[in-house]
C-alpha cells in the first residue's frame, strides 16, 4: 500500500516508537493520523493532520467506540504494549501474564475485528509491532515473550484472512529500542525512527516481516542459525 495520502490509527502513539510512527506517516504524507492514547492530553502534535483519539486498547468499548470515530481509516498500526518482568515463579506472575495477554494479543486482535471492514473497503494496511522476543523467551521477560509469540500466530492468521481483500499485514519484530519500555534493556538499542523507517518501507514493498536495524538482523542470523543455542542464551543457560 502507498503511505502518500493514507489514514492511519496508531496505537499507543504518545511516546516511543508510537509517537516515531506517528511522525514518519506525517513525513511520508498521510492525510491524517488519529494519534490513540489512554490519556489524550499527552498527544501533543503540532500538525492539523494528527487527531488525538482516547482509546484503552483493553477497553471494547472505547475500541467500539474508536472504529466508529475512525470509519475511514486505511492503516491501522498495533502499537501499543506492555511489559511486566521478573523471575518466572513470581508471586504476581500470573496476573502479570494476563495483562500482558490483555494489551499484547488480545487487544490487537479486537482492534483488527474492529477496523477489518475499513481495512478490506480501501485495501489498506495493518501493522502488528511484536517483538524478537516473539521467537524466543528470555529470562525476566518469559510471559511478555509468551505473549508477543502469540501476537505473532494471530498475525500469521490475519494476513491469510486479509489477503484475498488486498490488505498488506506487516509484522515488525525488533530488539530492544530506546524507549521508556526498552531503557532497562541492554546497550545499544535501536532508535524508534529505525523501526518506523523499516516498517513503512515494509508496507509500501510488501514484506511480511520486518526485523529492523542491524542489531535485530544480527539477532535473527544467530537465532536462526542454532535456535537451541540461541534460546539457552536468551534464558541464561547453556545448551542443552
Do not use: C, W
Not at 83 to 103: M, P, Q, T, Y
Not at 184 to 206: F, K, M
Amino acid at each position: 500500500m502507498q503511505i502518500q495520502g493514507s489514514i492511519a490509527l496508531v496505537t499507543g502513539a504518545n511516546r516511543g516508537i508510537g509517537r516515531a510512527y506517528v511522525e514518519g506517516l506525517l513525513a511520508r504524507g498521510a492525510a491524517k493520523v488519529y494519534a490513540a492514547a489512554r490519556d489524550v492530553a499527552s498527544l501533543n502534535f503540532d500538525d492539523a493532520r494528527v487527531v488525538p483519539l482516547a482509546l484503552d486498547v483493553a477497553n471494547p468499548a472505547q475500541v467500539a467506540a474508536a472504529a466508529k470515530a475512525a470509519p475511514d481509516v486505511t492503516l491501522l498500526i498495533n502499537n501499543a504494549g506492555v511489559i511486566f518482568g521478573g523471575e518466572l515463579l513470581r508471586d504476581d506472575v500470573v496476573d502479570a501474564a494476563r495483562k500482558e495477554v490483555e494489551v499484547n494479543y488480545l487487544a490487537p486482535l479486537a482492534l483488527t475485528q474492529a477496523f477489518a471492514p475499513a481495512l478490506r473497503a480501501s485495501k489498506g494496511g495493518l501493522v502488528n509491532v511484536l517483538s524478537m522476543l516473539s521467537k524466543v523467551a528470555a529470562r525476566g521477560a518469559v510471559t511478555y515473550s509468551a505473549s508477543k509469540a502469540a501476537g505473532l500466530l494471530l498475525n500469521t492468521a490475519l494476513r491469510a484472512e486479509l489477503a484475498p481483500h488486498g490488505v498488506t499485514v506487516v509484522a515488525v519484530l525488533p530488539v530492544q529500542v530506546e524507549t521508556d519500555m526498552g531503557k532497562g534493556l541492554p546497550e545499544p538499542r535501536l532508535t524508534p525512527q529505525e523501526v518506523v523507517s523499516e516498517t513503512l518501507d515494509a508496507l509500501e514493498n510488501g514484506t511480511d516481516e520486518v526485523y529492523p536495524g542491524v542489531l535485530t538482523k544480527n539477532a535473527l542470523a544467530g537465532f536462526t542459525a542454532d535456535p537451541k543455542e540461541f534460546q539457552a542464551m536468551m534464558l541464561g543457560g547453556g545448551a542443552h
